[in-house]
């Protein structure tokens, strides 16, 4: 009987290094042979906070927009994200757009084959828009007069919710457990408009 039991035993310790190795080797990751560049999407965009009523707004009147994106990982072994800036812009007529919002994101890790998410909020300031708009001309012949009417024009449509934005960004990925991979520079570009409070 103790004999049977002693078998027994050896059988199941045995049983359990076997398979517990074969169970540990499946779960080893290959290692990459390249680096595929970390995904960014823009989740949602906020307007914080109302504009005052009617004018006459005030030189330091504010809106606050927070920007939202989703960082995923295609890579089976952790990501490095590096150097993510991004700008926001809306359409005033010319090619290049005006920013009304620019930022830029720490370096981040993101799990593998998982995602994080990275917020941005930042003020655009009604005193600071008539300097983009001096600064590229867009006033023209009217001077400072037209820039004034202008600054008040974009302050509205800002308010109200009816500007399109455009986003366009770039990140470096890297492999950090790698580094011989080297890194990827990637682009992206979105649009979208500020859902109204």
């Given amino acids: 009987m103790e004999k049977r039991a002693l078998i027994l035993l050896m059988a199941v310790v045995l049983g359990f290094g076997i398979f517990g190795c074969a169970g540990e080797k499946s779960m080893v990751k ?7 560049s970390v995904k960014v999407t823009l989740d949602t965009v906020e307007r914080l ?3 005052a009523a009617k004018p006459p ?10 920007i939202n994106f989703k960082l995923f990982n295609p890579n089976n072994v952790l990501a490095k994200v590096d150097n993510l800036y991004f700008e926001a812009k809306i359409d005033d007529g010319t090619k290049e757009k005006m920013i009304v919002l620019a930022g830029s994101m ?12 990275w917020s941005y909020a930042d003020p655009l300031l009604y005193g600071g828009i008539i300097g983009q708009i001096v600064t590229r001309g ?5 001077g400072m007069k037209g820039a ?3 600054r008040e024009e974009l302050w ?5 919710d009816t500007k399109k934005f455009f986003i366009d960004g ?3 990925t890297s492999l950090p457990d790698h580094p011989s991979l080297g890194t990827v520079y990637q682009q992206f570009k979105a649009e979208f408009a500020i859902p109204k409070l």
């Avoid at 509205?156 to 109200?160: C, D, I, M, R, V």
Wanted: glycine content about 8%.
């Fill in 138 to 142: 867009l006033s023209g012949a009217e």
């Fill in 148 to 150: 004034v009417r202008i």
């Fill in 49 to 51: 906070n109302a504009i």
């Fill in 57 to 66: 707004y005030q030189g330091t009147d504010v809106i606050v927009y927070k």
């Fill in 156 to 160: 509205n449509e800002l308010g109200a």
């Fill in 30 to 36: 290959p290692t990459p042979s390249q680096i595929l």
């Fill in 106 to 117: 720490p370096s981040m890790l993101v799990p593998a084959a998982g995602e994080a998410n």
């Fill in 170 to 172: 770039n990140l470096i």
